[in-house]
T-cell receptor, first 113, second 115 residues
Framework: KQEVTQIPAALSVPEGENLVLNCSFT??????LQWFRQDPGKGLTSLLL?????REQTSGRLNASLDKSSGRSTLYIAASQPGDSATYLC????????????FGKGTHLIIQP | EPEVTQTPSHQVTQMGQEVILRCVPI?????FYWYRQILGQKVEFLVS????????KSEIFDDQFSVERPDGSNFTLKIRSTKLEDSAMYFC?????????????FGPGTRLTVL
């Protein structure tokens, strides 16, 4: 059974810092990995998707990397801003089509102004 | 930009009552999903739906749950006899719009409170 773990569980940093969020998964037979953002009491916003054949994806100040063989992904946030404060979730899919995602518990990020 | 919508945003019900949660997926998507998140816990997969039938379901999705696509736009989750432990945020998602990679897009959620 796939297990997804995210470290750290919480992180508080001053504005402007670059930071790295970590995600690990136990079964390397994944199809893709998605990073999401969740604001309190809200839905999930997809940030980046990495296919299993890819090593990284970039969107603005966000960069996600994937090392499938070792079961790890990182989300790098450059020049953090108070508006980045949210919970960041990592999720993996075993296949394409209608396969459900397996989520980690998330990293709760606070950016101090 | 197209988005997944869900109604109602908050539903309060008595234990043992039936509830129907509604979702309108992104219009050109082919795959539809329901997930739930109990307060303070992980988002958990419930069920996926493709070509008018269930494609995959988790252990959570027992006989008390059912899904339906009653028309070309709506996707519903029914809980027949709610229990206290069904209290959670329920998210609908959709994917498969032809852009590849099967990125899933989530709605804002319905908060279900069972009293």
């Amino acid at each position: 059974k796939q297990e997804v773990t995210q470290i750290p569980a919480a992180l508080s940093v001053p504005e402007g810092e670059n930071l790295v969020l970590n995600c690990s998964f136990t079964d390397s037979a994944i199809y893709n990995l998605q990073w999401f953002r969740q604001d309190p009491g809200k839905g999930l916003t997809s940030l980046l998707l990495i296919q299993s054949s890819q090593r990284e994806q970039t969107s603005g100040r966000l960069n996600a990397s994937l090392d499938k063989s070792s079961g790890r992904s990182t989300l790098y946030i450059a020049a953090s801003q108070p508006g980045d404060s949210a919970t960041y979730l990592c999720a993996v899919s075993p296949g394409g089509g209608a396969d459900g995602l397996t989520f980690g518990k998330g990293t709760h990020l606070i950016i101090q102004p | 930009e197209p988005e997944v919508t869900q109604t109602p945003s908050h539903q309060v019900t008595q234990m043992g009552q039936e509830v129907i949660l509604r979702c309108v997926p992104i219009s050109n998507h082919l795959y539809f999903y329901w997930y739930r998140q109990i307060l303070g816990q992980k988002v958990e997969f419930l069920v996926s739906f493709y070509n008018n039938e269930i494609s995959e379901k988790s252990e959570i999705f027992d006989d008390q749950f059912s899904v339906e696509r009653p028309d070309g736009s709506n996707f519903t989750l029914k809980i027949r006899s709610t229990k206290l432990e069904d209290s959670a945020m329920y998210f609908c998602a959709s994917s498969g719009g032809g852009g590849g990679y099967n990125e899933q897009f989530f709605g804002p959620g319905t908060r279900l409170t069972v009293l």
